[in-house]
């Protein structure tokens, strides 16, 4: 179902900024055919407005992420729409308030952020210090909505489009604290979006500094994770002059072997806290549901890992 509402001046129509070399990728990675991309959207709008259970935007922008996402296959492209906003309608205690404002605590900590230069294959860079969370003063759902925010806002870059992101995650400062509050509610989660819920290419994640404890953790989201995306993650302990493979040292912070000042989140969380009216407007849309969602079933065979992972308490 076309959305109505859906005001020209946030969304404005589409025009590519992509240069050539970038169309050129995208053609041949993506299967998009710059002569054809206006059918392609025209196509898949026709298919959303046949689902009576989706009010969605349908402007070209939107619905070419997705398409871009599933390298123009368009029924691959309308179920990873649906299941995006299927993801948010099944999950209010994580998806309910999606503004920055309401994670600003987050921000401010400094958990999530995103360097100003892209990395040696143009991707964008996300930093992830989960290790500054202070559990007592927030909850992992505020991260997760911090990092979903972030997301969604990178998404709406076309050279992001094409090339997708790559995250660092700092693991320094993590220990128990941080540990027993994971669960394989929130591992199904990580895991879900990063897989089959969000139009982004997904290209690496890099761990530094991981502490003993993540062992426990990882082994909580791996069971969660399809070979595609676990091929895709590094382990580098200590060793963060590996990441000058990754970004090339004159854009890496000084902390993470690169020439530039320490890292701060600063310049991104200012973004994301001027574009509250724009997350407002994106929460009107949605999946209609006319029947009540089923309440979650207990979690399956992973409580045992959790059981033997709640034993490190004692």
């Not at 029924?75 to 404002?101: D, F, G, W």
Request: aromatic share 8%; proline share 5%.
């Amino acid at each position: 179902m076309a959305d109505s509402s859906v005001d020209p001046a946030i969304y404005g129509g589409y025009v590519c900024t992509l240069n050539e070399e970038l169309q050129a990728k995208a053609e041949k990675e993506l299967n998009e055919k710059p002569a054809q991309r206006a059918e392609d959207i025209q196509k898949l709008r026709n298919m959303v407005e046949k689902r009576k259970d989706l009010r969605i935007r349908t402007d070209d922008g939107f619905l070419l992420r997705f398409l871009r996402a599933k390298k123009f296959d368009l029924e691959r492209a309308l179920t990873l729409i649906v299941k995006h906003y299927q993801m948010k309608a099944e999950n209010p205690e994580l998806m309910s308030n999606l503004r920055p404002s309401a994670v600003k605590h987050v921000l401010e900590a400094g958990v999530t952020g995103v360097l100003h230069h892209r990395d040696r294959e143009g991707r964008k860079v996300i930093i992830f210090r989960p290790g500054l969370w202070d559990p007592e003063k927030f909850g992992l759902g505020d991260i997760f909505r911090t990092n979903f925010i972030t997301l969604s806002k990178l998404i709406e870059d076309e050279e992001t489009q094409i090339n997708g992101v790559v995250m660092i995650a700092d693991l320094k400062g993590m220990g128990w604290n941080h540990a027993k509050n994971m669960s394989p509610f929130y591992a199904k989660r990580i895991a879900g979006l990063l897989q089959d819920c969000f139009p982004m290419r997904f290209k690496g994640v890099h761990y530094v500094h991981e502490p003993k404890i993540f062992d426990y953790i990882f082994a909580l989201i791996k069971p969660f994770m399809k070979e595609k995306i676990l091929s895709r993650i590094n382990f580098h302990g200590d060793h963060i002059q590996e990441l000058a493979d990754i970004v090339d040292p004159e854009f890496l912070p000084e902390e993470y072997g690169g020439k530039k000042p320490p890292f701060s989140n600063k310049e991104w969380a200012d973004c994301l806290l001027s574009c509250d009216t724009q997350f407002d407007a994106e929460a009107k849309h949605g999946l209609i549901i006319n029947t009540p969602l089923q309440t979650k079933q207990k979690e399956d065979a992973v409580d045992g890992v959790v059981g033997s992972f709640r034993k490190l308490e004692t």
